[in-house]
């Protein structure tokens, strides 16, 4: 494949990117009730993580601390080596994206960008921050708006797969995907203050290699995301946390339906800013 239309196809697919975000919302009854509790009681306790515990009590209670990859077998035309270099590759995508708490919490997203070569590293830095958002390759990463998390503990629970399969794009184009479906799970805190929750982030879609003609492979992440509890901020490129005791910000949660933060298929069939449940 040339150069040019190798860059054209990639383009393609990273504008496919979307990012979708949910926001926490509680019931207008439960925050009359929290409100008549403060008067009576004092005021409530917003905590939700337990610093020893941190997924105590939730489905991430089971989930493992990384991306394992999958025994490799040869996928197509390409070969057992291949998809065993391609599922490595994804896996320190993976990590550099969503394990990395420099660039979760702090914007640095070095570390993934280090990992991207040649046509797919040229388009990633040329559009930082275009005006399109469809266009934007800032959503790519899983960055935190800075100053408002930090990780309670020192563990991200994962839960989720990977698997290669040879596919053809649009144009006909060989190349090798390695399919991804993840939930990611962040303990966190409002920094400076006791009020904490648990971050759900649930991702979808693959890494699509294209062989540049001498059996080295060139990646081109193509995801999309959901995270909660979230603010619905329009076109915003980073996801700032909703704590329990806040209001939502920006786009209200579409429906009276409360998804399961952490189900896959909620967050593949959800269009638009909706509500979950406590996670």
């Avoid at 960008?113 to 921050?129: K, N």
Wanted: hydrophobic share 35%; net charge negative; proline share 8%.
């Amino acid at each position: 494949m040339s150069p040019r239309k190798r860059a054209a196809l990639g383009a393609a697919a990273l504008t496919m990117l979307a990012l979708t975000g949910c926001a926490q919302v509680l019931e207008q009854t439960d925050r009359f009730l929290r409100e008549e509790a403060e008067q009576i009681v004092g005021p409530v306790t917003f905590d939700q993580v337990d610093p020893d515990a941190p997924f105590a009590g939730s489905p991430a209670a089971d989930y493992g601390v990384g991306f394992d990859t999958p025994e490799p077998a040869a996928q197509g035309d390409f070969t057992a080596e291949q998809v065993e270099w391609a599922h490595d590759r994804t896996r320190l995508l993976l990590e550099a994206v969503y394990l990395d708490t420099d660039a979760v919490f702090d914007e640095d997203n070095s570390e993934f960008t280090g990992l991207l070569t040649g046509q797919s590293l040229e388009w990633y830095l040329d559009h930082l921050g275009h005006e399109d958002p469809e266009l934007d390759s800032r959503g790519i990463p899983f960055n935190l708006t800075p100053g408002t998390a930090e990780l309670i503990g020192d563990e991200i629970r994962v839960d989720g797969r990977m698997w290669a399969e040879a596919s053809q794009d649009p144009n006909g184009q060989d190349y090798l995907a390695v399919r991804t479906e993840y939930v990611v799970v962040y303990p966190i805190a409002r920094p400076g203050d006791p009020v904490s929750v648990r971050l759900v982030v649930t991702h979808l879609g693959e890494v699509a290699f294209y062989d540049l003609g001498d059996g080295t492979l060139e990646a081109w992440p193509h995801w999309y995301r959901g995270a909660a509890p979230v603010h619905c901020l329009p076109d915003a490129r980073m996801f700032t946390p909703a704590y329990p005791d806040e209001r939502p910000d920006g786009e209200r949660p579409r429906g009276l339906t409360q998804d399961d933060a952490y189900d896959l298929e909620d967050t593949r069939d959800r269009d638009g800013c909706g509500a979950v449940k406590d996670t």
